[in-house]
Structure formats: C-alpha cells, structure tokens
C-alpha cells in the first residue's frame, strides 16, 4: 500500500472519530478520584490502628503515602492498557485510542499514564498545560502528544 493511501486511511479514519474535550475528561477524572480515594480508603485505614496511628516514615515519605501513590498510578495504567478507558471515562462512554488506532501497548500506556501524570504530579505548575485539550484540533494534552494517543468518544 503506498504511503498517500496510508495517509488518506488515517485522515479518514481519525475523521471518523470523535475527540473528547477538555471537559469530558476533567469529570471522568474526577470520577476516576472518587474511585481511587475509595480504594485507598479501604486500603489504607488498617494503619490507624498501628503505631498509634502515627504515620510510619521511610527517609522522606510515609507508608500510606507510597501506598497511596502506587495506587493512583496503578489504577491509571493498568485500566487504561487492559480496558483502554478508566472507570470515569467508561461511565462517560470515551476511551483511550493510539494515534494508527492498533493496540495499546505497554510503552504507551506507561508514557502517557505513568510518566505524563507523573510529570504533572512533581512540577505542579505543569498541571495548566492540560488546558491545551481544549485547543489542539484532536483535543490532545501534552501526554497524548508524547505517548501518541487520542481520547474518543466510544463508537
């Protein structure tokens, strides 16, 4: 297949698709929150009940505090690769696609859930770029650009 064909495959296909914005993914975020602050809720309450409920440190960081960090970045990339979408953003029917719309794979997952969310976490100040969502024409954030994926609505 020559490379216009290709080219003209993946405008029409990507034409067919529908973007998320900005907005759709903020709330099926904030739902995804509600999901992991339940988990770590659950998860992270039998440790009131040891060491007096004084927080256990390892050099600058605490137990719940590694805990509730892996958690977060587990959920993220663990239903992103096996369901393509979190609970919040099956509840809001889009889901995580690659750019050539094959298969996710784990190198992708891991640079826009792990990495991108990662970066934005440490340099607080990063978290304003997640408004270019709103601007880009395929409605992508710094991530999606890095990790070459796209947020769709489901067909």
Do not use: C
Not at 61 to 81: D, E, H, Q, R
């Amino acid at each position: 297949m020559s490379e216009a064909s290709l080219s003209y495959q993946h405008a029409a296909s990507s034409s067919e698709q529908r973007f998320a914005g900005f907005w759709m993914r903020f709330w099926a975020y904030v739902l995804d929150i509600v999901v992991i602050s339940s988990l770590n809720g659950i998860l992270l309450s039998p440790f009131k009940f040891v060491n007096d409920g004084i927080a256990i440190s390892i050099g600058l960081w605490t137990v719940t505090g590694l805990i509730a960090s892996i958690v977060y970045f587990a959920y993220f990339l663990f239903m992103t690769k096996f369901f393509g979408q979190t609970i919040g953003k099956m509840i809001l029917g889009i889901r995580v696609i690659r750019e050539d719309e094959q298969s996710l794979k784990w190198s992708d997952v891991f640079f826009r859930e792990v990495i991108g969310r990662f970066i934005y976490r440490v340099f607080s100040i990063l978290m304003v770029l997640y408004i270019i969502v709103g601007f880009t024409e395929e409605k992508q954030g710094l991530h999606d650009m890095i990790a070459s994926t796209r947020v769709v609505f489901d067909r």
